[in-house]
């Protein structure tokens, strides 16, 4: 009985080796791989999760709220120098039909302030303040013709477009953000629930189970090797359990046999005195 409780300490050292080797080479075969600990993975490993997926939507947004932060100034931009060019256009346009139409300068003056366009001698180049544009344009025989008027309701309009197309690209952030926190949230709680199932297997209840769903994620793989590996640690504690038993029962056995063994000897030390003492008394009486 002895060497059959040697053969089955030997089988379950055995059983143990290849749950080792198993859960290993299912490692080995996830897309997995050892990466050397870079300058980042010291920032990385003071981050939790969450913090970790808050950094990356972060920097996300960051490169959102740039390029669509460049886009609407550009717009902006584009859109001023497009009002600059029409006042100028309609100040080139005032000028050359009056000049095509032959009139005296004096003429062309009143018709030209009749369109809130004055006629000066230096030169000025075209200016924006605020919503006010000022442009001008050479006039044959001398002086330059300016203009300032609003901008107009056109710009408002296309800067308020711009703006509108700016906000529509800033919500792309929503989803990015939902994205981001269910992914947060999954991994946080399939890391929850390995780390409160090895809690409880590290305090005694070797009954814990993760109970992953086997499919293409890395969690749900390694949960389902864990967690057979921990039905192949209950059969081996089940296992050593019949042995100790087993090992029991023969010391045991072993026991009474000796304790038997020593009765027979006794009652043969017993005899034999007897049989001393019977073998005195006759002696005595063959002397007598």
């Known amino acids: 009985m002895l060497a059959s409780s040697i053969n089955s300490l030997l089988y379950i ?40 997926f808050w950094a990356l939507f972060l920097a996300i947004a960051a490169v959102v709220v740039g390029v669509s932060g460049s886009q609407y100034y550009s717009a ?5 120098t497009a009002s600059v060019q029409r006042v100028e256009a309609q100040v080139e346009a005032s000028v050359n039909t009056l000049q095509a139409a032959g009139l005296a300068t004096q003429e062309q003056e009143q018709a030209l302030a009749k369109q809130n366009i004055k006629l000066v001698s230096s030169s000025t180049e075209s200016t924006r303040d605020n919503d006010v544009i000022t442009a001008s344009t050479p006039v044959q025989g001398g002086g330059y013709a300016v203009l300032s008027q609003p901008a107009g309701a056109a710009e408002t309009e296309a800067k308020g477009q711009a703006f509108s197309h700016f906000i529509y690209s800033l919500l792309t952030l929503a989803p990015i953000a939902l994205i981001c926190y269910w992914l947060a949230t999954f991994l946080g709680g399939a890391l929850w629930v390995m780390h409160q199932a090895t809690r409880r297997i590290a305090e005694g209840d070797l009954t814990s189970r993760l109970g992953f769903h086997v499919g293409r994620d890395e969690f749900g793989i390694i949960g389902f090797e864990l967690d057979r590996t921990m039905d192949t640690l209950s059969e081996l504690v089940e296992t050593v359990k019949g042995s100790s038993a087993t090992l029991h029962n023969t010391a045991a056995t072993f026991g009474q046999e000796a304790q038997n063994s020593e009765q027979q000897i006794n009652q043969q030390y017993a005899s034999v005195d007897s049989v001393a003492t019977a073998m005195e008394e006759m002696t005595l009486r063959l002397k007598i």
């Open 76 to 80: 902006l931009s584009r859109i001023e």
């Open 13 to 52: 050292t055995t059983i143990s080796s290849n749950c080792y080797h198993n859960v290993l080479s299912l490692l080995h075969g996830i897309t997995m791989r050892e990466v050397e600990f870079r300058t980042v993975d010291r920032l990385f490993i003071k981050m939790s999760i969450n913090d970790k």
